[in-house]
T-cell receptor, first 117, second 115 residues
Framework: EAQVTQNPRYLITVTGKKLTVTCSQNMNHEYMSWYRQDPGLGLRQIYYSMNVEVTDKGDVPEGYKVSRKEKRNFPLILESPSPNQTSLYFC????????????????FGPGTRLTVL | KQEVTQIPAALSVPEGENLVLNCSFTDSAIYNLQWFRQDPGKGLTSLLLIQSSQREQTSGRLNASLDKSSGRSTLYIAASQPGDSATYLCAVRGSYGGATNKLIFGTGTLLAVQP
């Protein structure tokens, strides 16, 4: 079954304690991205990756890091979490973008609800 | 900077009614527009994708239209069912420069279909 998985699904942590949210897809997709969803603000892109070892900032990258060492995995790292990073996080992937005739359908993971105390 | 707006923020209709959800965007230079559905506690599911050269897309009871010049898209749901209750989001992808690498989302319309 084609899917994007995220772990953990729920996490409560304290300020300053480093954490990693994992994301994995089994569709051999080149493009992966991370979003956060906050009430009234919608989904905002944190980071994205066009392929292995190619990552770039989205609209709200401050306080986050990512890596793309393998095609299937795209972990989100919070080196020193703060309460304003309390949010619902989604990972997404798609086969490609920007190429005429190819689908851009995004596949989303189930979300990770993070609370930083 | 691209901004995507969805009105209304919430909508409640009786079962069987046809309904229209609206999405507007400020920059008409888009590559495509997608409609998603989000169920409580779950991720997003892509419903329809319209390329900038297309006017509409259909899937079952869903029909999405795109008027790029006016910066508008509508999602038409025919014969609504309680199972259609969810939040519906639209997102656009820009057609130039770094904007092609990003999806800009609206804040969504929360739909409740009453049995």
């Amino acid at each position: 079954e084609a899917q994007v998985t995220q772990n953990p699904r729920y996490l409560i942590t304290v300020t300053g304690k480093k954490l990693t949210v994992t994301c994995s897809q089994n569709m051999n997709h080149e493009y992966m991205s991370w979003y956060r969803q906050d009430p009234g603000l919608g989904l905002r892109q944190i980071y994205y990756s066009m392929n292995v070892e190619v990552t770039d900032k989205g609209d709200v990258p401050e306080g986050y890091k990512v890596s793309r060492k393998e095609k299937r995995n795209f972990p989100l790292i919070l080196e020193s979490p703060s309460p304003n990073q309390t949010s619902l996080y989604f990972c997404a992937s798609s086969s490609s973008i920007g190429l005429a005739g190819l689908t851009d359908t995004q596949y989303f993971g189930p979300g990770t609800r993070l609370t930083v105390l | 900077k691209q901004e995507v707006t969805q009105i209304p923020a919430a909508l409640s209709v009786p079962e069987g009614e046809n309904l229209v959800l609206n999405c507007s965007f400020t920059d008409s230079a888009i590559y495509n527009l997608q409609w998603f559905r989000q169920d409580p506690g779950k991720g997003l599911t892509s419903l329809l994708l319209i390329q900038s050269s297309q006017r509409e897309q259909t899937s079952g009871r869903l029909n999405a239209s795109l008027d790029k010049s006016s910066g508008r898209s509508t999602l038409y749901i025919a014969a609504s069912q309680p199972g259609d209750s969810a939040t519906y989001l639209c997102a656009v992808r820009g057609s130039y420069g770094g904007a092609t690498n990003k999806l800009i989302f609206g804040t969504g319309t929360l739909l409740a279909v009453q049995p």
